[in-house]
């Protein structure tokens, strides 16, 4: 486990720096056709720079924002806040943030840069269809993931995939609708301009599939992960299991607030039975049977 913490940290500079080297990339393609030569290598690294101190430092409340999601203290209810002071406690982790979505389906997310600036959000339906056990581990599950440090990184994700897919989106227009060199300076570069326009393309597909790519190769792994830690703290896997079942059942339709730049951080799906149909393709969650097969063999052994 302290290995997967150490990864994760480890994971989020990385992402950073790809992202970083992509934008810029974007920028001096964008710059050279334009005709404002190393301007937009410039301007690529002011957008790249302030958005990865946004996607760090504020990430967590665009999530929260996208999600329609409001704060609530220990007198707006008192059992969801009790039930995260306690598990916090157990943990060993800092009071997180305690967030309600008005949303019928059973569902809930944690989002932050560390276990000190962390959030954790339940929708209404989740709290008024578990039994206590049940709601307890879903909640476990939501710390493990701010123990584990899965929310610092999947909270850099959002911000930092849709830039680069806009930024993709915003060179091709250039490219098509105006912008670029013209005359002479335009034939002398018509070769270069194609190639751009190539690069332009290829970024525009690629970038949301890598997206994807990343929420696929890190978000499977860490919902295993945060199952067995969470049912660790719990002491009792059959309360998630159980919680999971009542998702699959329950949660038929989309939730008003889906999203799939945040579909990733959410304990199910929130895209309902749609969802569950993509779940062995693009699905950002491994299926409900295979989790609830692993936490009742947790429980068996």
Sequence with gaps: M???????????????????????VIGYAFGEYAGGGYGGLVAAAVISTVMALTSYFAGDKIA?????????????????????ENLAITAGLPMPKVYLI???????????RDPKHASIAVTTGAIEKLENEELEGVIAHELSHVGNYDIRLMTVVIVLVGLVSLLSNWFIRVRWYGGGRGGRDRNERGNAGAILAVIGLVLLIVAPLIGKLIQLAVSRKREFLADASGSLLTRYPEGLARALEKIGAVNQQPMRSANAATAHLYIASPFGAAGKRMANLFSTHPPLEERIKALRGMAER
């Design 2 to 24: 302290y290995s997967e913490i150490t990864a994760n940290k480890r994971k989020t500079w990385v992402l950073i720096a790809i992202f970083t080297v992509v934008v810029l």
């Design 64 to 84: 929260l924002s996208s999600a329609g999601a409001t704060p609530i203290q220990q007198s707006d209810n008192p059992y969801v806040y009790r039930l995260v």
């Design 102 to 112: 008005n949303d019928p389906q059973i569902n809930a997310f944690a989002t932050g």
